[in-house]
């Protein structure tokens, strides 16, 4: 089905199915009691469905669990705390006149949460047709609808062509088990379709449906997602995919290998209408590899400087350093790009090139000093963890972590790896039977990654005990030669986090959310 096909239906006897709500769910979020991050972002997912839906002519009631009580905290089992509404709450939202509930699942640690949630709404709503899509549902369909009772169908990739049709079968009286990368149980069987194609013309899109949600929440409040935080920050997505396939990421199972880019100028005029309409002051690009034409990027800084816009813009999620050379950074510097993220993820080479990552440190490092010199934060992923790293490999990372404060990066986090269902090295543990069964301990160990006290199972060449020091050791190294070759960053910090309630660093970030979980707004 096209997504400029239209798609509304009625049904008998004299009940217009066009009337009924879609109705789409951001759950609410879980996190260790003692995590050190949690991004709490605004739903991109659920309000650019939304606004695909409603361009087609369905009504949409897009459930927020979490902006809808951002600030509600709630103990969980297990030393866990939900943010958002209630399973209460959330089942009460749900529209009687709803026929359809779309859910989004990225990330795996959250589906104990997710599954246990969709139970007791189908409980409630027996007759509500229930499917699932993202990232996790799209690594494991067949676990996912085994675990799930209430979950009916599951949708794999791209969601917006996949959702037009599927709701246009269910709601015609059609079998939707035809439908290209639907998933569905056969009996005692679950059956995958083939692949949907990936859509190749992402500017014909509508820009997400922020109305749907309580967009000014998160704007008002000081949460800044996957990065710092000065003012009414939004997030902007303007590619899909990643050219790269390494081996401990799950993106190539959701998206494969082709990387496909808006147009610049589609980019600069929904930032516009996001000046104009919410009066946002910062835009967070959330691509998984924001960076890879060079031409690109030009071209974009160029629109932007010729639509005079005053809108500082990030990029948070990490990006490939290869394109980033003098021109390019120059252009960012002078375009509003306040905060740049690289993505190393090792600063040893024999650890990087068993992850299928091409990547010449030195050639990152002196990138890194370029945008040091231009006055861009920076910040550089690092993970520690892998199957098969050894004591040798993690010292040249901790290594590593200190030549990036000397250079002057201004954030260098120790995450520790979590082995991502779709990703390679995933598929490697199941098959050595680290990861002997996926269940909801598993999930767990991936949960655990936010604490800095968490010890990795995965590891095997070292404990897990060394690796959970190693990150504690090294995180205070690297922050405490940061500050101390830098003390002007103390001073900002400070008035920061206590007085302004606004952020320049994922650090500073982190501990301010850590104080308003703490102690209120």
Known sequence: MSLNAASGSTASPGIRVADKPVTILRPPVIYPKHSFSVPITPPIAIASLAATLEKHGYRVDAIDAIGEDLHHLEEMPRQRVLQGLTFEKVVARVAPDSDILAVSVMFSQEWPLIRDLLILIKSRNP???????????????AFSLRDCAALDYCGTGEGE??????????????????????????????????????????????????????????????????????????????????????????????????????????????????????????????????????????????????????????????TRSEALDQEVIESLAATNCRYLVYAPESGSPATLKSLNKELNLDALLQSV??????????????????????????????????????????????????????????????????IPEINDEYFDTLIGQMVLSSRTMYTEKMS????????????????????L????????????????????TVFEQRILEMIQRRFGR
């Open 127 to 141: 007759g509500l047709v229930i499917i699932a899509g993202g990232e996790h549902i799209t690594a494991l369909p």
């Open 369 to 434: 000093r370029i945008a040091v010199k231009q006055g861009i934060i920076t910040r550089c992923n690092l993970v520690v963890g892998f199957p098969g790293e050894t004591i040798a490999n993690l010292l040249e990372t901790l290594v590593f972590q200190l030549r990036l404060a000397l250079v002057g990066v201004d954030d260098a986090p120790l995450y520790l790896f979590a082995p991502y269902p779709g990703s390679e090295l995933f598929e490697y543990l199941r098959s050595n039977n680290r």
């Open 464 to 483: 897990g005990y060394i690796v959970a020091l190693a990150r504690i050791i090294g995180m205070s190294l690297f922050y405490g030669l940061s500050y």
């Open 485 to 504: 070759l830098r003390p002007r960053r103390i001073a900002r910090s400070f008035i920061n986090i206590f007085v302004r309630k606004t952020t320049d």
């Open 161 to 318: 062509g996949l959702l037009l049709e599927f709701i246009a079968a269910i709601r015609s009286g059609k079998d939707p088990r035809e439908i290209a990368g639907l998933c569905y149980r056969d009996g005692g069987e679950v059956v995958c379709n083939p692949r949907r194609h990936r859509i190749s013309d992402l500017d014909s899109l509508p820009w997400p449906a922020w109305d749907k949600i309580p967009i000014e929440t998160y704007l008002s409040a000081s949460y800044g997602g996957s990065g710092p935080k000065s003012g009414r920050t939004i997030p902007i997505v303007a590619t899909r995919g990643c050219p790269f396939r390494c081996s401990f990421c799950s993106s190539s199972n959701m998206w494969g290998q082709r990387y496909v880019m808006r147009s610049p100028a589609n980019v600069i005029d929904e930032i516009k209408l996001y000046s104009d309409k919410y009066r946002v002051t910062h835009v967070h690009f959330y691509d998984l590899t924001a960076i890879i034409s060079k031409e690109w990027i030009l071209e974009f800084c160029r629109l932007y400087r010729e639509k005079n816009l005053n809108v500082v813009w990030c990029l948070p999620t990490g």
